[in-house]
């Protein structure tokens, strides 16, 4: 029941943390930018992209050509002299304005990270500053394990890529802090 308490509570943490990282100090939009000309850019996505919602990559070759020296040649020469994106297309559009789903999952999904947190801060026994190291190492961890591979196989931008780091780490830091107190007091509630 502690582990399941100390979860909630580092989900509760981290939900909030997330709210104000983004809403008050703008760390989620940190690299991204405004296009210089959104409607000619929204205009082009159905004809280019076609009907099917997806992560596109551009320009594109695919992995069955990459043993096609004259596919991987064209390819390469493209590459250079062309922009390239990343764009998650959604073709049906969606307001982004109206979060009624979004915001259930996002508190679902901090809620089960700090369970697992919560549980490998548990059963290492650990005093209270140590099981804030493994906030902090859980939290590290996941960054390099995701985002850094976006910003170098995907070509994220570094201050985008910087800006999780810094919301990740402080987020799983103060949600660590408040489950690694709980956990405490109910060992020493327990030892009496």
């Known amino acids: 029941m502690r582990v399941l308490v100390a979860g909630l509570i580092g989900g509760i943490l981290m939900f909030l943390w997330g709210a104000v990282a983004h809403l008050a100090l703008g760390l989620g939009n940190v690299g991204i930018r405004a296009p210089a000309n959104e409607n000619a850019v929204l205009s082009s996505l159905h004809e280019g992209l076609g009907e099917k919602a997806g ?15 004259a596919q991987k040649l064209a390819y390469s020469t493209k590459s250079i002299r062309s922009p390239y994106a990343w764009v998650v297309y959604m073709p049906q559009g969606e307001d982004l304005t109206q979060m009624g789903r979004q915001l259930p999952r996002q508190w679902a999904s901090d809620t089960l990270a700090a369970l697992m947190l919560a549980f490998v801060m548990a059963f290492a026994g650990l005093s209270f500053g140590r099981r804030i190291g493994i906030a902090a190492a859980v939290a590290i961890y996941a960054w390099l394990n995701t985002m850094v591979p976006y910003w170098n196989w995907y070509r994220f931008p570094l201050d985008f890529v910087q800006a999780a780091l810094i919301e990740q780490l402080i987020g799983w830091l103060i949600a660590g802090a408040a489950m690694a107190w709980w956990l405490g007091r109910c060992e020493r ?4």
């Open 189 to 192: 509630r327990l030892a009496r």
């Open 55 to 69: 992560v596109y990559i551009l320009p594109w070759l695919d992995p069955s050509q990459m043993n096609d020296p």
